[in-house]
Antibody, heavy 117, light 110 residues
Framework: EVQVVESGGGLVQPGGSLRLSCAAS????????MSWVRQAPGKGLEWVAN????????YYVDSVKGRFTISRDNAKNSLFLQMNSLRAEDTAVYYC??????????WGQGTLVTVSS | QSVLTQPPSASGTPEQRVTISCSGS????????VSWYQQLPGTAPKLLIY???QRPSGVPDRFSGSKSGTSASLAISGLRSEDEADYYC???????????FGGGTKLTVL
């Protein structure tokens, strides 16, 4: 059974940092692009970043460029999102998503990040 | 403001057919396939339609998708109370080099 499980969310002050993790199982992790998608409270979905199978290509939404870094460890079937210089508008549930082509075919349950003083 | 445009709300009565539209551009829907996601209250999004009109296993054939030019649509026939959810369209955008979503449509079953 395909599973992606996020962790690492929590409360952080503006300007702070947080590292999200996503543990993947039930599929060959190294064969898939992976994405992070977020959803602010009461709002819609927003793609944040994605990474190619071998980590050689990474793309980010403009609002997080220079602050967030996506990475992966294929040996440990894990995806990461390092978030620095956090702002109130980064408050959201962050989903780890397996990509198949242009489709997110499996989504985790999400981890909540709250940026507040 | 979302890159893809959806109506914020839609509604229908049981057994009725409803459609939800999704409008994009030549660099998004015009060039790449569209997927649709269903988000039930308090849960993570779930893939409903991929490749414009393909259903993953387990998704009822009451759900169908179509695409024409820079627009796409999701149709739900034989509407049921459990279909009450938020629905999102998505596509890759070659100009933005990113995955773009619609703002979501809240479907109410009256």
């Amino acid at each position: 059974e395909v599973q992606v499980v996020e962790s690492g969310g929590g409360l952080v002050q503006p300007g702070g940092s947080l590292r999200l993790s996503c543990a993947a199982s039930g599929f060959t992790f190294s064969s898939y692009w992976m994405s992070w998608v977020r959803q602010a409270p009461g709002k819609g979905l927003e793609w944040v970043a994605n990474i190619k199978q071998d980590g050689s290509e990474k793309y980010y939404v403009d609002s997080v460029k220079g602050r967030f870094t996506i990475s992966r460890d294929n040996a440990k079937n894990s995806l990461f999102l390092q978030m620095n210089s956090l702002r109130a508008e980064d408050t959201a549930v962050y989903y780890c998503v397996r990509q198949l082509g242009g489709t997110g075919d499996y989504w985790g349950q999400g981890t909540l990040v709250t940026v507040s003083s | 403001q979302s890159v893809l445009t959806q109506p914020p709300s839609a509604s229908g009565t049981p057994e009725q057919r409803v459609t939800i539209s999704c409008s994009g551009s030549s660099s998004s829907i015009g060039s790449y396939s569209v997927s649709w996601y269903q988000q039930l209250p308090g849960t993570a999004p779930k893939l409903l339609i991929y490749g414009n009109n393909q259903r993953p296993s387990g998704v009822p054939d009451r759900f169908s998708g179509s695409k024409s030019g820079t627009s796409a649509s999701l149709a739900i026939s034989g509407l049921r109370s459990e279909d009450e959810a938020d629905y999102y369209c998505a596509a890759w955008d070659g100009s933005l080099r990113g995955w773009v979503f619609g703002g979501g449509t809240k479907l109410t079953v009256l």
